[in-house]
């Protein structure tokens, strides 16, 4: 894989999950029963942690996430 292709791939996959990690802030708060949300902040924890995988990644290809 070229690195052009590495950096667009992961530029997608930052995207991706960017937009995923948005959509389920905005159901946890939306919801209201305590063990639901519960679980959206475990979600969203590890969403939060693999957002910055992805963005370190994308750096170190010489990239700023988007």
Known sequence: MKPTDLTALLQDLYRDKLALYRRHVEGAAAVASYEFNN?????????????????DAVRDCGAVPD
Not at 39 to 55: D, K, P, S, V
């Open 39 to 55: 679980t959206y902040q475990y979600i969203i924890n590890r969403e939060e942690t693999h957002l910055q995988w992805l963005a």
